[in-house]
């Protein structure tokens, strides 16, 4: 009696401390995403502030978009170098120092003379653009290592919540803050929502990155990334060959010289991994488009005053996308999987059709209604792509992730570009519709890769299924295939 009750009593125990490091982690990991909301609130507000301070104080269209393109630039480069960050310090100090150095150039921009101004908002580009992306990557690559493997939805979902929540509340108070108080003011509330964070990280026990000690044994890492990549609904990627890849890019880490070929090969490793992100980067591109015309079109319906239709706009896409997330939560409290890659594939076709009919002219509570549908999908495609790409071993996560950024950074800059000139010719209606029609396509080529993968999986494991039973059997001579390996 004595043996058989010590299992269960053990079981019982283990159990119970597993819920209580898993209450833990999620606390901890809420009050990481308030921080990471208040500093995301600095970061949409200074976007508004700093280009109109640029406009303002060197009264030229032109160098508001300098200004924009250095900071993609930077944020392009950042994407590339930041899984050999990740594979040398922890996610930890990456976070803690984004933020500080965020922190630092805004105050720099506070103090600079009148005559070193220019030089201030360029520094001021170049830090917020690669130190938004290294925050970014270093939080997303270390979820399941902070949450666990099994609440990483979850925990995507909440991060997009405090950022689109963030982003409302940046955008819309933007004009009155400048108004009220100034831009000096404005860029001291933008330090301080920097400084907030970053005492946030330094106070949380954060797991994530390799740092001089490693953060977590890498065998452990690499077949817990190994599982969730089988197990994820409609996964595109290869357990068994992401492990092999693992040990190159282990090896790679170490010798710190091969951590941008590391970077594709965690994309090639995973098949439908490299069109994913692919079709990340053309979603970027189209998302270049609505956010360019969005100005055009709402001044074409109310020229008066513009900024109402682009303002309503946007808050009814983040009610969406809020909405969006918390029914992703409630799904995976409720059957402990994610959306998986085909959420992501039909997410991004529903999302780009929304954006194009938002440009179609409708009355305004259709548009309303079509603004709900685009932030919906677009946080259903955000956090289906994020937690997939978490299924990537540790020790390849945060490269991908960093190619990931980059080609979001691309897509994006490039767009801007080329859809400024279209713009000068073309009405937002056609700009928006080419750009998120190749959206569209590459997301239809991504979904016929996934549903054929899916079909071959099946073969297979019908086929294994099938040997299996005829070895097991030997004597029942079923019709498939039992008579003539009987013979």
Known sequence: MGSA???????????????????????????????????????????????????????RALAMGLFMAVRLASGFVAGLVVGGLLARFSAKSIMLWANVAQGAVMLVLVLAPDGMLTGALMAVSVVIGACGTLFMVALRSSIPEMVGEDRRA??????????????????????????????????????????????TVA??????????????????EGSEGSKGSASSGGS?????????????????AKSGRRWRPVAFLALAAAPGMGLM??????????????????????????????AVFVSAFWCVWALGNIGAQQVIQ??????????????????????????????????????????????????????AYTSHLQTLPATLRGHAFGLSATFENLGF????????????????????????????????????????????GRVGRAGLRKEEAVEGRPDRGDRDGAEVSGG
């Open 330 to 383: 409630r799904y995976a409290q409720r059957t402990g999987r994610s959306v998986g890659a085909l959420g992501f594939g039909y997410g991004t076709v529903v999302m780009s059709a929304a954006f194009i009919a938002a440009f179609a002219g409708f009355p305004l509570a259709v548009t309303a209604v079509i603004a709900l549908i685009a932030g919906a999908a677009d946080g259903l495609t955000e956090v």
């Open 277 to 306: 992100v692919a079709l990340r980067g053309v979603d970027a591109f189209g998302s270049s488009s609505h956010n360019a015309a969005l100005p055009i079109y709402s001044t074409s319906l109310d020229a008066s005053n513009p």
């Open 236 to 252: 595109v990627s290869s357990g068994g060959s992401d492990g092999s890849v693992a040990g190159k890019d282990a090896s790679a």
């Open 5 to 59: 009750d010590g299992p269960k009593a053990d079981e019982t125990d283990g159990d119970t401390r597993k819920a209580r490091d898993t209450a833990v982690s999620e606390r901890r990991f809420r009050f990481l995403v308030a921080g990471y909301a208040v500093s995301s609130y600095g970061t949409f507000l200074n976007m508004v502030a700093l280009n109109l301070f640029v406009y303002e104080t060197t009264g």
């Open 154 to 199: 979850w925990a995507n979902s909440l991060s997009i919540t405090g950022r689109s929540l963030a982003m409302v509340a940046g955008f819309a108070s933007a004009g009155v803050v400048v108004s009220l108080v100034g831009y000096t003011a404005a860029f001291l509330v933008d330090m301080a929502t920097f400084v907030a964070c970053a005492v």
């Open 203 to 220: 106070l949380l026990p954060i797991a994530g990155g390799r740092g001089a000690g490693g953060s977590a044994p890498e065998s452990s």
């Open 413 to 456: 800059g490039v767009g801007m570009i080329l859809v400024a000139a279209a713009l000068d010719r073309f009405s937002p209606l056609a700009v928006v519709g080419w750009s998120h029609g190749a959206a569209i396509v590459v997301a239809v080529v991504f979904l016929m890769r996934v549903a054929g993968m899916r079909r071959a």
